[in-house]
C-alpha cells in the first residue's frame, strides 16, 4: 500500500496545521417522540488539513504524482499522525483537485485535506 510522501525534512506536515476527530452516531426518532441514538463506527473518523509551503521542486513533484497515482479521492494510503506517529493504514484524501501556488522560484506552496477510512 501507498504512503503519503514526506519532505525533505522527513515530515508530513508544516505548521499550522489542523486535526479533528469526530463520531458517526445516527439518531432516530419515533412518532411518540422518544429517539434512540446509535454509532456507526467503533471509533471517530480522524482529519487533517494540511497546508504545506516553502516546498522545492522535488517536494512539489511527488505530491503531484502522489495525488494523480490516488486520483483524488479514489484511492487509499498509509499516513502517520503528525501529532502522536500512529499510523493510520486507510486513509484518502478528501479533495478531486489540487491547487498548488508558485511563491518564488522553486519555491511552492499547498494544502491538502486527509480523512480516515472507516468500513
Known amino acids: 500500500m501507498a504512503s503519503f510522501p514526506t519532505l525533505k525534512t522527513s515530515a508530513v506536515a508544516q505548521y499550522p496545521a489542523r486535526r479533528s476527530a469526530a463520531f ?3 439518531t432516530l426518532r ?3 417522540g422518544r429517539e ?10 480522524h482529519r487533517w ?3 504545506l509551503a516553502r516546498l522545492d521542486e522535488d517536494e512539489v513533484g511527488r ?5 494523480a497515482e490516488n486520483e483524488g ?3 487509499n494510503f498509509a499516513f502517520t499522525d503528525p501529532w502522536d506517529g500512529h499510523i493510520y493504514s486507510n486513509c484518502s484524501l478528501d479533495m478531486d483537485a489540487l491547487e498548488y ?4 522560484e522553486m519555491c511552492g506552496a499547498t494544502s491538502l485535506v ?5 468500513a
Request: hydrophobic residues 40%; contains cysteine; proline residues 3%.
Open 73 to 75: 479521492t479514489l484511492g
Open 36 to 45: 434512540q441514538r446509535h454509532r456507526d463506527c467503533a471509533g471517530p473518523m
Open 101 to 104: 501556488e508558485a511563491v518564488a
Open 49 to 51: 488539513e494540511i497546508t
Open 24 to 26: 458517526r452516531n445516527q
Open 114 to 118: 486527509i480523512r480516515e477510512n472507516r
Open 63 to 67: 505530491l503531484a504524482e502522489f495525488f
Open 30 to 32: 419515533f412518532v411518540d
